[in-house]
């Protein structure tokens, strides 16, 4: 807890998470491309045809998700509860997802991985890093970091994490990371009235329906003179 490191490997756990996840998500409209301008021209309604992939898909995330969050649990020795972890890596899991989601309905099948790779880590690991967010408040760099799911679910895991064990004291090495978590997560201006927690859910949330959202028109609008 006193060291500086805490928060950059709970950061690393949501950025493997999220990688493992984004990636797995590509298939659910980059694998079969051809079928769906087929049928799309043959009738079948594209909305219909995306929220039946991406309800059957939001499965499969959840059970990866427990099965991350139960093999980290175990292996890391985690000294707080398990359900600590899963809350932020379902957070993570979930927006990850419909990153994942958007870039199978943009980005040819063959070069995919990459591209998800690619947004994935700039987020997670460059902008949401938590020495990037120990220097982001009153920056560009809070404006990115608020934009970047990663921030809230692995600041809201951190914070949940010191507040189980107890807390820290203002010398703590990593108290910069603290300082910056609690003000882009908002706990510094909403205090009891919107806690972290609940920020973190709602911001989530709200990325996770852009980022859905976006797919849906990129397969909506994309190569429409092969759609009914």
């Avoid at 139960?70 to 993570?92: D, L």
């Avoid at 927690?197 to 609008?221: D, E, I, K, N, P």
Wanted: aromatic content about 12%; hydrophobic content about 50%.
């Amino acid at each position: 807890l006193q060291s500086p490191l805490a928060p950059l490997k709970i950061n690393l756990s949501h950025v493997a998470l999220g990688l493992m996840t984004g990636i797995s998500c590509l298939g659910i409209f980059g694998a079969d491309r051809p079928v769906f301008w087929r049928e799309s021209a043959s009738g079948i309604r594209v909305t219909a045809f995306y929220l039946a992939r991406v309800t059957i898909s939001l499965f499969d995330v959840l059970v990866w998700c427990y099965v991350f969050s139960a093999v980290w649990y175990v292996s890391s020795q985690a000294p707080c509860s398990f359900w600590t972890w899963f809350i932020a890596f379902r957070m993570t899991a979930i927006s990850a997802a419909g990153w994942g989601v958007l870039v199978s309905t943009l980005v040819p099948s063959h070069s995919s991985t990459l591209a998800i790779a690619v947004v994935l880590l700039i987020m997670g690991g460059a902008i949401s890093e938590p020495q990037s967010i120990a220097e982001a408040p009153g920056t560009f760099g809070e404006v990115l970091a608020v934009l970047s799911p990663f921030t809230w679910s692995s600041g809201e895991n951190y914070l949940s994490f010191i507040d189980q064990m107890g807390g820290v004291d203002d010398n703590n090495l990593a108290m910069p990371i603290i300082v910056g978590y609690r003000e882009i997560l908002g706990v510094s201006r909403f205090g009891d009235r919107l806690g972290y927690v609940l920020a973190a859910y709602l911001s989530c949330a709200l990325l996770g329906v852009l980022s859905l959202t976006a797919g849906y028109l990129g397969l909506r609008c994309s190569h429409r003179g092969k759609q009914a």
